[in-house]
């Protein structure tokens, strides 16, 4: 009987073990190289499951073609096979994965969108609780976490998992990349000065509507992201926020009718892209380089950075000019725009239960901490992407003039980590060397010139029970939202009716949802 007690005990926490992840993490190191130290002496390969859309437009469909890459694996030594799902279909193609029961050693997702959320994943047996790991192989994002308690609050769950190695941007510059974008030789053109305020923006998208279509323009204003820099001046933004302490959802407010209601007066007059419903960044960034959209909202980088030069080859004089976000009375300060935190949660990996090798996923990670990494995964390798000059590393000509034709933000993406995810911080150093016209340089002052910091929803987490209670609330609302928003504007559904709209909201568990993700921003704030 002892015996058949010893066996089952044996059996339970051998069961047990393996669904948490546990024996793995206990297992005796069989790296000799020490912790902390690059490059690491073992022969393994890492799979790594990431969401890619880079260079593809230059033929690269693989993180394993970059040449950044084959720098990274002779700098820390490790192997790893990255397999990218189709683009636009990350998420069915995540939940395929782990359908099938075989996962990658290494997940890098937005976790907190996850069912469950990180706690969920963690619970279910996806991935794997990183609060010994971090401790005994990741001695770089410990110190880093240390040293930076207002991330470190960011980057765990409520109940203190730490579920992910996290992408940080490293400097409040960083923030806020995003805005209202103009076509200054066509405003040149209208005699009108740069808009401040929503009036002005009707003037000058009338005055754009005025000058004809087709020649030199075709569409006034046009943006994937619903026209969201002018709900700022409504004092709403897209999706929840925080005001006062208090959790709001801006589709709700009923503020969001006079936003609705200048929209639908624009999208009437012809001064809204016609194909409002359908256009994606893909069109944008078409339309933008032809010099068939006057107004937008595009990136400091990725938009400033790369429609200009390619605007020329059409229209020697193409130039465009960033804007401030709009308000409705003249000097006051927009309160919302694209801000984020240093954490976001998007974009930061996660080690698998089914890891082969947590050791060296781990110490994979944990290299953009460091200072070598961190050089590595900002600017690429020293003599190659950059030199360092009197300590401050300065890309080199193979970024900043490419001989391939590439612009630096485009050359950037062949030579360093992709940006905007991944495990390690963004310098700032980046953002002051890639904003290299005066416009680019005035839109990182222009597009932070908010309040929006004040209003930020930090990084909740949901427990378990929380997201099985709200997810198909949140997907109801979210259906719903999306669709009366095209519908308001277009005119398909009169505005006298958004009272009915609300109620619906109501109906679909707004209050509900706004009551749990306030416990959750209580909590989040008590931890």
């Known amino acids: 009987m002892k015996r058949i007690i010893l066996a089952l005990v ?26 902390g130290q690059y490059p690491v002496e073992c ?29 990274l694996k002779e700098e820390t030594g490790i192997n790893v096979q990255y397999i990218h799902p189709v683009v636009g279909q990350e998420n069915e193609q995540l939940n395929i994965m782990l359908a099938s029961g075989e996962y990658y050693d290494i997940i890098e997702r937005d976790f907190y969108n996850f069912q469950g959320g990180p706690e969920g994943a963690i619970k279910d047996g996806y991935i794997i609780r990183l609060n010994d790991v971090i401790d005994k192989y990741a001695p770089n994002l410990k110190a880093y976490l240390k040293k930076h308690p207002e991330i470190d609050k960011m980057v765990k769950t409520d109940e203190g998992s730490y579920y992910c190695f996290p992408f940080i941007r490293g ?25 401040e305020t ?95 959209i006057a107004t937008t909202v595009a990136n400091t980088m990725s938009g400033l950075g790369t429609y200009v030069m390619p605007g020329r080859k059409n229209n020697p004089e193409y130039n465009l000019i960033p804007a401030p976000y709009p308000v409705l009375k003249k000097g006051d300060k927009c309160n919302f725009s694209q801000m984020t935190l240093a954490y976001s949660s998007f974009g930061s990996p996660a080690i698998t239960t089914q890891c082969k090798n947590v050791e060296l ?45 590439l612009s630096p933000s485009e050359a950037k993406n062949y030579f360093t980590y992709p940006p905007g995810s991944g495990p390690y911080i963004q310098d700032r150093r980046v ?29 909740i987490t949901h427990t378990v029970e929380e997201t099985e209670e709200i997810t198909s609330i949140q997907n109801d609302i979210n259906t719903y939202v999306n669709e009366m928003y095209y519908k308001f504007i277009v005119g398909v559904e009169p505005l006298d009716r958004f009272d009915e709209y609300q109620k619906q909201l109501e109906a679909l568990g707004i209050k509900k949802l706004l009551e749990v993700k306030q416990n959750a921003y209580e909590r989040y704030i008590n931890r």
Do not use: H
């Open 361 to 405: 996923a781990a110490r994979l990670l944990d290299y953009g901490y460091s200072e070598e990494g961190q050089l590595m995964m900002n600017f690429g390798r020293e003599g190659e992407s950059y030199n360092m000059v009197d300590g401050y590393p300065r890309y080199s000509e193979v970024i900043m003039n490419n001989k391939d034709g």
């Open 171 to 195: 400097d409040k510059l960083l923030n806020t990349y995003q805005g209202p974008v103009i076509r200054e030789d066509l405003l040149k053109k209208t005699g009108l000065d740069v808009p």
């Open 198 to 292: 929503v009036d002005e923006w009707e003037t000058m998208l009338r005055a754009f509507k005025d000058m004809g279509v087709k020649k030199p323009f075709s569409v006034a204003f046009s943006n994937w992201n619903k026209s969201a820099i002018f709900m700022g001046a409504y004092n709403i933004r897209k999706g929840f926020y925080v005001e006062d302490g208090v959790v709001k959802y801006g589709e709700y407010e009923d503020s969001y009718k006079d936003f609705l209601t200048r929209m639908n007066k624009w999208y009437n007059e012809g001064l809204l892209d016609s194909d409002i419903a359908s256009v994606d960044q893909k069109t944008i960034d078409s339309k933008m380089v032809s010099g068939d």
């Open 431 to 459: 953002m002051e060397q890639m904003a290299i016209t005066d416009e680019q340089k005035r839109s990182l002052e222009i597009w932070a010139d908010t309040n929006a910091e004040k209003y930020l929803l930090p990084p």
């Open 10 to 35: 044996i059996i339970i926490t051998t069961i047990t073990a393996a669904g948490c992840g546990g024996n793995k993490i206990q297992q005796e190191s069989s790296i000799k190289t020490p912790v």
């Open 43 to 71: 022969d393994d390969t890492l799979t790594y499951w990431v969401g890619y859309s880079g260079l593809a437009s230059q033929g690269v469909s693989n993180f394993s073609e970059l040449p950044y890459f084959d720098w």
